[in-house]
């Protein structure tokens, strides 16, 4: 369990990299570990993959994430962090793209 939380940790820590251009997004914490599953990495790089859905808070956001991790033992995202719930008007007060998949306006 402690290695579901540390690689769902890092991709909470990519979602908050996006969001620090924006402050009027606040940062997002991890609420829960709703589900994971291990995906055959490549042998001959050693690699560890899971498959990850977890949700945040403040913004009650649910994501699906692919975690990575070779022998340097660092995390690392697989592709994308996708949001797997509506987010409404959550994140009417940014234009980007990708922050709005992200972002929850604090005002």
Excluded at 8 to 24: C, D, E, F, G, M
Excluded at 50 to 79: C, D, H
Aim: with cysteine; proline share 3%; glycine share 6%.
């Amino acid at each position: 369990m402690r290695l579901l939380i540390e690689a769902t940790n890092h991709a909470v820590k990519s979602i908050n990299q996006i969001l620090s251009k924006y402050p009027q997004c606040p940062a997002l914490s991890l609420a829960s570990i709703t589900g994971a599953k291990a995906v055959k990495g490549l042998a001959e790089e050693k690699l560890e993959q899971y498959q990850i859905l977890f949700g945040t808070k403040p913004n009650n956001a649910s994501f699906e994430a692919t975690m990575s991790r070779g022998n340097t033992n660092e995390w690392s995202v697989s592709g994308t962090i996708d949001r797997t719930n509506l987010y409404g008007n959550q994140s009417y007060c940014v234009d980007d793209r990708e922050a709005k998949l992200y972002c929850y306006c604090a005002n």
